[in-house]
């Protein structure tokens, strides 16, 4: 167990919908990344939150943004959903800001989109 | 959850051997490298890192070696045990831009 957890678990929604990926990470974490990972793509960078603020960002599209609240824990929002956004989203989190250094994952939320 | 494409490469290894995972990177200016370890449906999980001003790092029965001149990074896993099977996958960080390896399988045979 990493110390980071992510809800759902699973979900599973239509095209054209918006759905909100929740992330808490380790205590005393203060950033927070958010990934995808597609069978046809592999691991993708998408976005990084540090005590906060958005610090870093990758291939994150823009109908997906992020955020981190004050208690540090971040959600990821998926817009107008496409069949191609069907994924695995991963949560990492880490003491520092700058990426480097160990991050830990949360075990992920499958999302199907039909 | 596994960082698999469709051709993912494989390797596999008899238990008690030492198996050796490449990773080619593609950015000249990356300046730190981290190696991976995802086990079947579960998130990716921090094995060793290694900054670009270093050869080689070691770790519990892991070391990583860095070539900057060809852009190559390896894992070599010590006397590889089962617990070991699992897909691994080297990142590379750009101003703070990762960017991942599509993973090798590893196969251990008991």
């Known amino acids: 167990d990493s110390g980071v957890t992510q809800t759902p678990k699973h979900l599973i929604t239509a095209t054209g919908q918006r759905v909100t990926l929740r992330c808490s990470p380790r205590?005393?974490?203060?950033?927070v990344y958010w990934y995808q990972q597609s069978l046809d793509q592999g691991l993708q960078f998408l976005i990084q939150?540090?005590?906060?603020?958005?610090?870093a960002k990758g291939n994150i599209l823009e109908r997906f943004s992020a955020q981190q609240f004050p208690d540090l824990h971040s959600e990821l929002n998926l817009s107008s959903l496409e069949l191609g956004d069907s994924a695995l989203y991963f949560c990492?989190?880490?003491?520092?800001?700058?990426?480097?250094?160990?991050?830990?994952f949360g075990p992920g939320t499958r999302l199907t989109v039909l | 959850g596994e960082s698999v494409g469709l051709h993912l490469p494989t390797l596999s290894v008899q238990e008690g051997d030492n198996s050796i995972i490449n990773c080619a990177y593609s950015n000249s200016a990356s300046d730190y490298f981290i190696w991976y370890k995802q086990e079947s449906g579960k998130g990716p999980q921090f094995i060793i890192d290694i900054r670009s001003n270093m050869d080689k790092r070691q770790g519990q029965r892991v070391t990583v070696l860095l070539n900057k001149t060809v852009k190559h990074l390896s894992l070599q896993i010590a006397a590889t045990q089962p617990g070991d099977s699992a897909v691994y996958f080297c990142a590379e960080n750009t101003f703070n831009d990762m960017r991942f390896g599509a993973g090798t399988r590893l196969t251990v045979k008991p």
């Open positions: 990492a989190s880490s003491v520092v800001g700058t990426g480097l250094g160990e991050q830990f």
């Open positions: 205590s005393g974490d203060l950033s």
């Open positions: 939150y540090y005590n906060g603020e958005e610090r």
